[in-house]
Every structure is written in C-alpha cells, then in structure tokens.
C-alpha cells in the first residue's frame, strides 16, 4: 500500500475509532438507548438529507468553488415536483419516475444557470450562487402562492417512507437507500472517471490544469450542475416524506449543515483535497451528536454551540494533523 | 551552521552540514537539484525547522523559528519564488510588515521616500505605483532585493537570484551586491550558472545529497572541478551534438502571420521535422506570448498555425494538445504541476483518455505503470509514483512535466526555459531529450534566455523584438554578440 492510501486509511480508521469511543460512552450515559439498532437506523434517516446535500457540495468545494443555493433548490424542486405531480394523470412508478426527473430538470437549469457567471466571466461562485438562493426561493413561494403543495396522489409515499430491506430486526427506511446509492455513484464519478480528477485538478491548480487540456469550464458547470441535482434529490424525498411540496423546506440551516458535513469531513474549502467517504463521515457524526444530545435531554439552544464547535475542532484537529504529517 | 540535519517524508535533504559566512563574502552554494541547497537556506530563514543541529550568529548561538526572528537576527532571504504580494504595488511590498506610521494610520509619504531611497542605492528605475502583478519578472526580483536592503539585513541569501534576469539586468544586479558587500553584509549566493560563480562569488560551497562535499576559494577551484564536486563524475561537453535536419524533412510546424498585440505582432516562421528553433530575445520581447499563442494558451486575434500541414484552429490549449503540440510553459508550479497531486496524477492529467478501460473508468494499475516507466527513464528521484510534486525539488518537478508531455505523441514541442533553475546533471539530461526528440521527427520551438543554451541547442535561431522576429541565424552563423545586438536592437 502506497503512502497516501495508508495515510487515508489511516484516517478512515481513526474517525471510526474516535466515533466508537465517544459512541460506548454516550451509550453508557443514555442508559443504552443509544445503540440500538433502531436509534442508529433513526440517525442514518435523520442524516440521509444533509448527506445527500453534502455529496454535491463536495464537488463544488473541491473545485475551490461554493454552492449557496441548495437550500433554496430544494424549495424549488419540491414545490415545481408536487405542482407537476398534480397536473399530470400518471400513476404509480411512471408517476414516480416522471416526478423524479422533473425535480432534476430543475435542479441541473439552476446548476447550469450558477455556472455561467462563473464560467463567463470568472465571477465568484459565493456571488452567483447567493443571488440563485434568492431567486429560487422567490419563485418556489411565487409557484405555491406561499402555501404548501399538497400531492394528491399517495403513489410517492413508498419513497419517503417504508422499508424494503430489514436487517438486525429492524427495517432499513427507504431514504436511506437512496443516500447508499448516491454514495456509491457519486464516490466512483469522484475517484475513478476522468471528470473526477479534473475536478480535484481544478481545484489544486486552474491554470496548469486549463494547459494539460482539461476543458475547466465544462468540469465546472457539471460540478454545479451536480450540485444542484443533488438538491433535487433532497427535494423529491422530502416530497415524498411529507406527501407536500412547501416554499420552506430548505429555508433553515440546510445549506450550512450541509457545508459543515463536507468540511468536518476532511474537504478543504482552499480546493484540490476532499472525498465523499468523508463527506459521510461529517454528516454522520453532526447527525449522532444531534441524536446523542437530544437522547441526554441537552437544552436544544446549548446543542447550536455545541454543533458549532465541534465543526471548529474538526477543522482544527485536521489542520494540526496535516502539520504533524508533514513534519514526520 | 553546524551539523544542520532535515528529513522529509520519504527523504533525508539534510545529513550534518556545517557552513561558515564572513562579513563583506559572497559564499556560493552549488549542487544538483535535491542536494540541499534551498532547504539549507530556508532553515536558515526560519521558514522551516532543522532537525538537528545549531547557528550561530557573531559566536552566540541562535533558534529561529519564524521569518519574523529571522529578520530580527538580520537575515533576508531572496526566494527563487518571489514573495511578493501582486496586488500591491511596488512601495506597498516594500514596506510590507514594517510600514512607517504616522499615529495609527499608514505613513504613504514615509513609505514612498524609502522605496526611493532605496531603489536609488540599486540603481534602478521602478514604476512606484503600478501593481507589481503588472510588472516584467526582473523587475519584481529587483523588489525582493530591495525589501531585503531595506530592512538592513547582514546575512543575505539569494536563490538562484539571475534566473530570470538578462545580461543587463545581472550587470545591474552584480553593482547592487558589490555595494552590499562594501556595508559588510554576508551574502549566500545559489546559483546554477556555473559562469558567473568566478564574478560574484569568493568562496564556493559544493552540496550533494544533503551534504557538503567541499569548500574552496574560487580561485582555486575550476569549473570542472566544481561541476566533478556537484555530480561525483565528470561530464562531457556541456551540449549535447545535434544531428543535422534531413534535407527533405518536411515542415511540421508552420505559423502564418500571427497576431495578439501588444505582445505578437505579427510572427512568421516555419520548423522542420527533427529541427530545433531557438527563440532568443530580452525579458518582455513576446517570446513566451508567442509559444503561448502556438499552443492555444492565449488564443491569438489573427494568424494561421499549420501542422504537418494541416490548418489548426485553436480556441483553448485542449485544440492545440490534440494537434498535437505540447507545450512545457516557464513557470512550472504555477502553470505546469498541481502540487498537492501526485507524480502519476500529473503525469497523466493531460492524456486521461488513454488510461479509460471499456467502462469509462481510469484504469490505475496502468496509469502507474506508465508513470513508473518515466520515472525511471527520466530518472525522477521520488519516494514513488504516490508521492506528492509538491515534495519534489525543483528539477525533478521538471522532469514530471516533462513526463507528462511525453506521454502523449505530439509533433510539436514548445519549451519555454526549460531549464531554469534546474542544475547540470538535469539539464544535460534535458538537453539530450530534446535530442531524442527530434530523431524520432518532434519539431521544437525553445524559449530561452540563457544565451549559450539557445546558441547550442538550436539548429536555427530567432530574434524575437517587440512582438516580432527581427533576425534570423543560421547555427554556424550566430555568435553571442551578434545575437545580443540584434534582441538590444544595436544593429542591423
């Protein structure tokens, strides 16, 4: 094994160990509530949105860029897929199917539409894509007359709710399948395709990678474009969950969880650096610490600081590790 | 410095050196690249911490941990790589940390005086209030030195210092050392151009894999004995000989009246098959424009480039990689490497296609194995084809840019300096690449301003002046001062 695949298993392992630890030690102070299968499978429904959301920050943050829209996105998408939804007369998987591509339609226009300022004209993607949260929401609340969109048809419920698979005498919910899935897609673009390792040669160097013929302002506007399909796929499961599109769905800390998921595993905002394995990890451990505070009966303003803080030890405690490597 | 130790991951730059600078000495360090010269100096700058070992300044001991203590004890560094912020102006670098103040707010009329001042001592004339990121190399070099005059450092270390400087600009930059020298200032001196060492330099320092190999005055030292010192064998003549152009070689590279002013106006020339062009010229002539425009890097406003006779039409460099045409662009971590890749990732960034299996997947057995073969033929000293660039010297960096254009089978190799900053061993190997190249029927268009390698690397060279060819040499014809009047403009 090669030095940078021990160093990231390495990683990997130590992030399991330290869960582990603080994971006995919770459990011992919640009487065992805590890891019992159906907590965990409780934490692995509650963290399937931020994760999802995550995954495409990701790319965007690994090309050195950022995406603020996605909370904004998943209102849009939500609200234009139950409208759509409504109007048509499929039923049962088409409707399902048809539902799904309309949300990533959407999700991949806004996307492309965040790209082209930066493509174009080189503009900062905190710009374009801060000026995108406050036009989708404002269409999402325009499209639903600023009520919730309720779906007629009850065919999309399976999606959102429901298990398929039991395991450990407990059902696997259906979201989270769907996390699985993007996992494991969006894993394999990032570390085995050409696209991948243009997006971590974007983000390690423009200019040497735009020379060695790597067409960046294509690499770019898919990485947003991913992004935004992502929130797609958040909208759509929400949908499914509430069996309603509503304008304010993704209006609270969904964006900026979402963020602290991709930094608190081990993606740099600098670019070049980040992986979707960790990215997981993030969105986990912020969703246990949720779960494991709730479960002690934490004041839930105290969890904020707490969450907070963590995120800055995750990105301290990163940064010290680096340094100690590069010494050794 | 005494008994100066460091490793890194993978590699031990530093085994015990001792080294000794008097007051009013240029003390030359000289050694392939990865010999330790600039890790020496930056432990001595405090921009890294030594593992073992102790410095003294005026006989007491110090620890210096930061730049900050460094400037404190009297110590300026010149980097290879210019530390100088390009937003700022020249004034504003100048003063950068220790800016004059009037109460609490920034003294603009203090800081522009001691730029003056200083900029005076070393006789040169600097634009004072355009960005720095807008001005000529040289001149920006002129600014570190500056920076370092001014804050009235003893110890000064200068990196590779005329590396980017034209015979005019050394001149100027050798008065500006001698009257360091004369305020009593030690000077560090690395350099790679072993014929400017008997000009500068009183003492010369010989490194070779982290060691000091010997210390001797420069007088009793000759270049080959350097050279012998540096690689532990004795090289051959400095350049490789050429092989001839076959007469009926046909032309691979033909550029038409290209344009992108204010840089090329208007460039014409042609290169056959196993030719080698040298583009000579001054710092700001257009010679890099002009490789940048052959290759798509900037797209040119008119002008044809045919290869192998066939008409390209370039919007960005991906049209010109796959005409065929590679081009090894001056500044190699800014525009050649990704640094926090590693050596396969980088090798292989611009040929991806080639290691896709059936189901579009990048294929890294074979990747590796690609990468490992140039490792070896290039001889790249790394740890592993894992390793981070960022962890290689100078010259082995190089080389994976090198690599990575190798990989693919271009006909037309643009090389802007391509040697810089890289030592001898490096560039011989360098030099008979290019060689090779051209007996397998590359065409190659070589930037170059140091004088001997275009002389005696191209079959043809070039002068390039104002965005223009001016004159053209044949290889028998062109002699040193013939080239040097016609990029000056002194004669016809």
């Known amino acids: 094994m090669n030095a940078a ?217 898919l990485v947003y474009v991913i992004s935004g399909m992502c929130a797609a796929i958040v909208g759509f499961l929400y949908l499914a969950l509430f069996s309603s599109g509503s304008p304010q769905t993704g209006t609270g800390n969904e964006m900026l969880n979402a963020i602290a998921a991709v930094v608190v595993g081990g993606t740099s905002l600098m670019g070049g650096r980040g992986s979707i394995i960790g990215t997981f990890f993030g969105a986990l451990l912020i969703g246990l610490l949720d779960n494991a505070m709730n479960l002690l009966g934490i004041n839930s303003y105290l969890q904020w600081v707490v969450l907070g803080a963590v995120i800055l030890l995750a990105v301290v405690g990163d940064e010290l590790r680096k340094r100690y490597l590069r010494r050794a | 410095m005494r008994d100066i130790g460091k490793s890194f991951p993978g590699v031990r730059a530093l085994d015990g050196v001792t080294l000794d600078l008097q007051a009013g000495e240029v003390h030359a360090l000289v050694g392939e690249n990865g010999a330790g010269k600039s890790t020496l100096m930056k432990i001595l700058a405090g921009a890294q911490p030594a593992d073992s070992g102790e410095i003294r300044i005026d006989g007491s001991a110090v620890t210096i941990d930061s730049p900050r203590k460094a400037e404190a004890l009297g110590i300026g560094m010149i980097y290879q790589e210019f530390n100088l912020v390009p937003a700022l102006t ?236 590679a081009f090894i662009t001056e500044d190699r971590k800014g525009q050649g490497l990704v640094l926090g890749m590693s050596v396969r990732e980088n090798v292989t960034l611009a040929h991806l296609a080639q290691f896709q299996n059936r189901e579009m997947l990048i294929d890294r057995a074979r990747e590796h194995s690609a990468t490992q073969k140039y490792v070896d033929e290039l001889r790249i000293r790394t740890p592993g084809t894992e390793q981070l660039v960022r962890n290689l010297s100078g010259g082995n960096q190089q080389k994976v840019v090198l690599a990575k254009w190798l990989l693919g089978d271009a006909r037309v190799f643009l090389f802007d300096e391509p040697t810089r900053g890289i030592d001898v061993g490096a560039k011989a190997e360098i030099y008979n690449l290019m060689v090779r190249l051209t007996e397998n029927g590359a065409a190659i268009v070589m930037v170059s301003s140091e004088l001997p390698e275009v002389l005696g690397m191209s079959h043809r060279i070039l002068v390039v002046r104002g965005g223009r060819i001016v004159r053209e040499f044949d290889r028998a014809q062109a002699t040193p001062d013939a080239v040097i009047s016609a990029a000056a403009g002194a004669a016809a």
């Not at chain 1, 904004?72 to 939500?78: E, K, Q, T, W």
């Not at chain 2, 600097?126 to 009235?152: C, F, N, Y």
């Not at chain 2, 350049?239 to 033909?254: E, G, I, K, S, Y």
Request: glycine share 10%.
């Open chain 2, 90 to 325: 020249p004034v504003q670098n100048l003063v950068l940390g220790s800016e004059p103040m009037r109460g609490p707010f920034l003294d603009e009329d203090a800081a522009r005086r001691r730029a003056e001042r200083t900029f005076t001592e070393l006789g040169v004339t600097m634009p004072l209030t355009s960005e720095v990121s807008r001005l000529p190399v040289a001149q920006q070099q002129m600014i570190e030195i500056a920076k370092v005059l001014s804050r009235s450092a003893r110890i000064i270390v200068m990196d590779e210092p005329t590396a980017a400087l034209t015979e005019r600009e050394i001149d100027r930059l050798f008065a500006a050392i001698a009257a360091l020298k004369a305020r009593g200032a030690g000077i560090f001196y690395i350099s790679h151009r072993m014929e400017e060492l008997p000009r500068i330099a009183d003492r010369v320092t010989v490194l070779r894999d982290g060691r000091a190999i010997e210390t001797r005055s420069v007088k009793d030292f000759p270049p080959d004995d350097i050279v012998r010192a540096m690689v532990g064998r004795r090289l051959d003549s400095h350049f490789p000989d050429l092989p001839p152009v076959p007469q009926d070689a046909r032309v691979m590279l033909d550029v038409r009246d290209l344009q992108r002013p204010p840089a090329v106006n208007g460039v014409s020339f042609s290169v056959r098959a196993g030719e080698i062009v040298g583009l000579a010229g001054l710092v700001g002539a257009g010679r890099t424009e002009i490789v940048r425009a052959i290759a798509g890097a900037d797209v040119p406003n008119s002008g044809e480039i045919f290869i192998a006779g066939e008409r390209v039409r370039e919007r960005s460099p991906s049209d010109g990689i796959a005409a065929g045409i």
């Open chain 1, 5 to 221: 695949a021990r160093s990231y298993w390495l990683r990997v392992g130590l992030a399991l160990l330290l869960l582990a630890a603080v994971a006995l030690a919770i459990n011992a102070a919640a009487h065992g509530a805590f890891l019992r299968p159906e907590n965990i499978v409780r934490v692995l429904r509650q963290i399937t949105y931020n994760c999802i959301m995550g995954v495409g920050e990701t790319f965007v943050i690994i090309t050195a860029g950022i995406d603020l829209s996605i909370g904004s996105l998943i209102s849009l998408c939500g609200v234009v897929m139950a409208l759509f939804a409504n109007a048509t007369g499929l039923h049962g998987l088409a409707l399902i199917v048809a539902t799904l591509l309309v949300g990533l339609a959407v999700g991949a226009a806004a996307g492309f539409i965040n790209a082209v300022p930066v493509v174009k004209l080189n503009l900062p993607p905190f710009i374009t894509t801060l000026a995108m949260m406050q036009v989708a929401l404002g269409l999402s609340y325009i499209a639903s007359s600023g009520r919730p969109v309720a779906l007629v048809s009850n065919d999309l419920q399976s999606i959102g709710y429901g298990s398929f698979i039991h395991l450990f005498g407990t059902g696997i919910p259906n979201p989270v399948l769907w996390m699985v899935a993007v996992l494991a897609v969006s894993s394999v673009l990032l570390t085995r395709t050409r696209f991948g390792r243009y997006v971590f040669a974007l983000g390690g160097n423009e200019e040497a990678a735009r020379l060695a013929g790597v067409k960046v302002g294509q690499v770019k506007t």
